[in-house]
């Protein structure tokens, strides 16, 4: 049990444009998901905390008006880069845990390039 | 805040030998849990194992240990018997168990390389 999908896998995009990445548990239901981002070679970065039917927090410099997160149930989350430019190049990876549960179970995750 | 320190940012290991990953991390809190997680070049996080830390017994999986010493804010992981396929990422994480933030904190990372 407890898995996780995103998709899709990669995506490239033109320099503008807006993009929309899944985050999906599977096999339970996660009343908390989050996003990260991750650039070569280095660690996870966490953007946001999102909850089932309520809005995302937001870590510290991270702009929600550009990282669109909504979690309308309990199996999807959704990010979308909004006008998306080269530097949000990136890989981008969901997790999800169950209701009081203390593990996140990750996506595969989700590599972004802008041109 | 919390934070985690991997002070090795590459390790190798023959085949069949026993490696140890070092993990610290800073915390005022008594309560929380530990995590490693393994990233192999497929870049699917895969959690290794779990320690809460108000249990004194080291967690196992397998071929997969911890020392757990908690007032030395220290969080190793033994791999014995390594395998090829253990090559990968392996980042420690913490989070707290009180009932504010979920979210995890990891380490830098530490890179193990497998030797045949």
């Known amino acids: 049990g407890a898995v996780v999908s995103q998709h899709p896998s990669w995506v490239i995009c033109k320099s503008g444009t807006s993009v929309k990445i899944e985050c999906r548990s599977l096999d339970f239901q996660a009343t908390t998901m989050f996003w990260y981002r991750q650039f070569p070679k280095q660690s996870l970065m966490l953007m946001a905390t999102s909850n089932e039917g309520s809005k995302a927090t937001y870590e510290q410099g991270v702009e929600k008006d550009k990282f669109l997160i909504n979690h309308a149930s309990l199996t999807l989350s959704t990010l979308t880069v909004t006008s998306a430019h080269p530097e949000d190049s990136s890989f981008y990876i969901c997790s999800a845990k169950r209701t009081s549960a203390d593990t996140q179970y990750f996506g595969p995750g989700t590599r972004l390039t802008v041109l | 805040a919390q934070t985690v320190t991997q002070s090795q940012p590459e390790m190798s290991v023959q085949e069949a030998e026993t490696v140890t990953l070092s993990c610290t991390y800073d915390?005022?809190?008594?309560?929380?849990?530990l995590f490693w997680y393994k990233q192999p070049p497929s870049r699917q996080m895969i959690l290794v194992i779990r320690?809460?830390?108000?249990?004194?017994q080291n967690a196992t999986e397998n071929r997969f240990s911890v020392n757990f010493q908690k007032a030395a804010k220290s969080f190793s992981l033994k791999i014995s018997d390594s395998q090829l396929g253990d090559a990968a990422m392996y980042f420690c994480?913490?989070?707290?168990?009180?009932?504010?933030?979920?979210?995890?904190?990891f380490g830098k990372g530490t890179k193990l390389t497998v030797n045949p």
């Open positions: 320690q809460e830390a108000y249990k004194q």
């Open positions: 915390t005022s809190e008594s309560d929380y849990y």
């Open positions: 994480a913490y989070r707290s168990a009180g009932g504010g933030s979920e979210k995890l904190v």
